[in-house]
DNA sequence: CGGAAATTTGAAATCGCTCAATGATAGTGG
DNA sequence: CCACTATCATTGAGCGATTTCAAATTTCCG
């Protein structure tokens, strides 16, 4: 199977001896049905995933029954790491498609964290990343109305799949039930539903089936109307511990 | 200065020497004045704060105007972190109250990083609990209505000032105008205006001037609807190096 | 082919927004 | 210390966006 390594890549380039301690916290591998959990809200936090293959939503539960879809993952993303810092998971890791991921127990993870400096530092800003992510999120379902929400989402997604296949043009796969993606965009099912038709009739976006085709990117971004973000490439602070041997805290 | 570590000791127990790394890190004393940005949105990104005294909010723009405070900050915390993986800040540091603040070049925070493992599993560990706290307020703003939206921040505030001060009790200042309260929860100033008052008037809150009185933190809890998150105390995977003197990727 | 899940539409009710105006409060300079 | 001014808090009324409830249609999967 091709390892999906390109959001490792993305702020550094790791060095074959740090691909190979990656690839060796990797463990079980788990093949997940569509639609099942890998990872339940509240259950102990004992390991993270690293996803190869298919979708997974990442799912806050609220007491009303209701539910906010956080995050929408793709293969090379890392699973539960912001489940870390609690005792028990804060999220429902959900398979939209059927999905494999590879499981890394906390103790590897840690054990990277803690000797491969670069390697943690790649991931510290990768999840740095998706805070900004979030922050965007929460920006666009606070401020906005439904329509730049679902423009904002669309755009998002479009990008993320751009990098894991760059020749991707404007149009792509969205595995997403209606009312799934009325989760993510804090909307109603039907209402989702009338936003899309509009955005259609608009001639801003096409729809067959699950195919989206962004037919305006210029339009669908100025009614998104959220800021560019330009990442960081090997940022200068980022050294390789040879350049400076000695340790501050052993 | 009594300076806040609490943030700091919020997962491990830092020694001596960490301590003492850490405080070499921050730099240049800085005094802000209420309302002005200590950092704004879009200018390169090439150090980040440790907030001494007062309040921050941390700010998203949108196109049209608006704007969405993602973040509150208390006394303790680092701010601008997220912005670290960006070229350019995603957000403002807007002084909510006259602050202090200590620079930190993304050197020296950077240094740190890479040469004591320990404090960065500190730092890494209080980022992933920000991420978590985002993915709450994404649920609580993408899936409930403005009182519960309300109640949800009332409690994560006044949880985050009894881990500075352990004797707090219900009451608390909140120097927040109904403006900047609006920003935070996502809606009008009007009808934050309107949620408060049915909150007084239902004697779930009290109000006298900035001062809040959480009257019914049982009934408050309940609105809200938010799970409970408890955070890890020193898990297992952050070892001292000496325990593991190899390193894998030098 | 049959049944379940997903999409689509209509109509009425609710929540939150906009616009507009009035009171209260706090900070500033004389 | 007071007058002045700007900011902040509060309220009303009407409008618009979104939700809710209900039902019909289509698609998907076994």
């Known amino acids: 199977m091709q390892v999906p390594l390109h959001r490792l890549r993305e702020f550094i380039s790791p060095t074959a001896v ?5 690839e060796k916290m990797r463990r079980n591998r788990r093949k997940i ?5 890998i990872r339940s809200q509240m259950e102990p936090v004992d390991e993270v995933y690293f996803l190869l293959e298919g979708w997974v939503a990442s799912c806050v539960d609220v007491a009303d029954g209701g ?29 939209v498609t059927p999905v494999t991921v590879d499981v890394v127990p906390l103790q590897g993870f840690g054990h990277l964290f803690m000797h491969c400096p670069r390697l943690a530092a790649a991931v510290f800003l990768s999840t740095q990343q998706e805070r900004v992510i979030l922050m965007d999120k929460l920006t666009s379902v606070g401020r906005t109305g439904s329509a730049q929400r679902v423009a904002a989402f669309l755009l998002h ?63 669908l971004r100025e009614l998104a109307g959220m800021p560019v973000r330009r990442f960081v490439r090997e940022p200068a602070w980022v050294t390789s511990i040879g350049e400076q041997p000695e ?3 052993a």
Chains 1, 2 share one sequence.
């Open 18 to 22: 740090e691909l190979a301690a990656f």
């Open 247 to 249: 340790s501050l805290c």
């Open 33 to 37: 049905a569509r639609q099942h959990a």
């Open 157 to 219: 997604i479009h990008e993320r799949l751009k990098l894991m296949d760059p020749a991707l043009r404007a149009s792509f796969d969205l595995p997403l039930t209606q009312a799934q993606l009325a989760e993510v965009v804090g909307v109603t099912t039907v209402h989702l539903n009338r936003t899309l038709r509009d955005l259609d009739r608009s001639g801003m976006i096409e729809r067959t089936g699950h195919r989206i085709t962004l037919a305006d990117l210029k339009g």
């Open 67 to 95: 539910r906010q879809i956080v995050k929408i993952h793709l293969p090379g993303d890392l699973l539960g790491v912001a489940s870390m810092s609690l005792t028990h998971a804060a999220e429902t890791l959900l398979a």
